[in-house]
């Protein structure tokens, strides 16, 4: 079943929902509402079942620079994490907002990519600003599977 370009639009526009939601449920509930939202964002929008994500997060280096489990992926989105001590919680910054500048995609059947700016606003109206790629798979079900997921902060001279 191909993947479609409307197909990398709603997973992209699902994954920035889905940071301002976890963002808002850490405020309403604190980090076990954030956290176990965040397990079930990674779950739905994660391609961990289908074998390691290639996942390099903006604010992560040393040893944990690449996030290839889903447990990588779930301390970078929510900290308070022993194991991973230099975690923050990227997605409990108070998000208000996430929008996408496509730069270009690429698609060839039953996978695509996406790369891109990607501006969040949080709730002081601060804007965060990243370079991201993102890689999906359409899984046998057909759901759409992020594969690849890199972010950086942008190149300043």
Known sequence: MPITQD????ARTA???ALVAISKAYE?????????????????AYGYTLGPVLFKPTLSGGEQTFRTTKEGCLS?????????????????????KAEFIEAAHFIDGDTGMWMGFAHFTDKDGNVTSVDKTFGY???DAGTVR????HSSLPYTS
């Open 137 to 139: 798979k359409k899984d």
């Open 146 to 149: 992020i594969v690849l997921h």
């Open 28 to 44: 309403d509930g604190g980090i076990d509402a954030a956290r176990s939202l965040a397990v079930d964002v990674i779950d739905g």
């Open 15 to 17: 994954w920035g929902d």
């Open 76 to 96: 970078y989105f929510v900290g308070h994490d022993d194991s991973y001590p230099q975690d923050g919680g990227f997605g409990i910054k108070g998000w208000r």
């Open 7 to 10: 197909d990398l639009l709603a």
